[in-house]
């Protein structure tokens, strides 16, 4: 995933290729394919203080926000590198992230 595009656009590649070939990032030199995120609306972009592309802007226990080029995305299911799909809440269970934390590089 490149982030500096658009959320919307991310959002629109991550829907395109959840099957194959799929829309890979990396976290601390391991693969994440993100299999299901949403672009936020101008209403929730307010409340964020956008950053450097890649950047987690906020964390939740069901989900994780990161700045694109424009916007932000929300990201809601993943599949780490040898593992299964799963919720962001379980990935975060085993694997905290944190407000500041980057994807892809």
């Not at 829309?23 to 993100?34: E, H, V």
């Not at 799963?86 to 892809?104: A, E, H, K, Q, T």
């Amino acid at each position: 995933i490149a982030w500096k595009r658009s959320a919307l656009e991310i959002d629109r590649q991550i829907r395109a290729f959840v099957m194959s070939p799929g829309s890979f990032t990396t976290r601390a030199g391991q693969k994440l394919k993100i299999h299901k995120a949403i672009a936020m609306n101008s209403e929730d972009e307010s409340s964020l203080n956008l950053k450097k592309t890649g950047q987690v802007l906020s964390v939740d226990k069901e989900s994780f926000v990161v700045s694109c080029g424009k916007g932000a995305l929300r990201i809601e299911t993943l599949q780490p590198e040898s593992k299964p799909k799963m919720s962001v809440g379980d990935y975060l269970r085993g694997r905290p992230l944190s407000i500041g934390d980057f994807l892809g590089q």
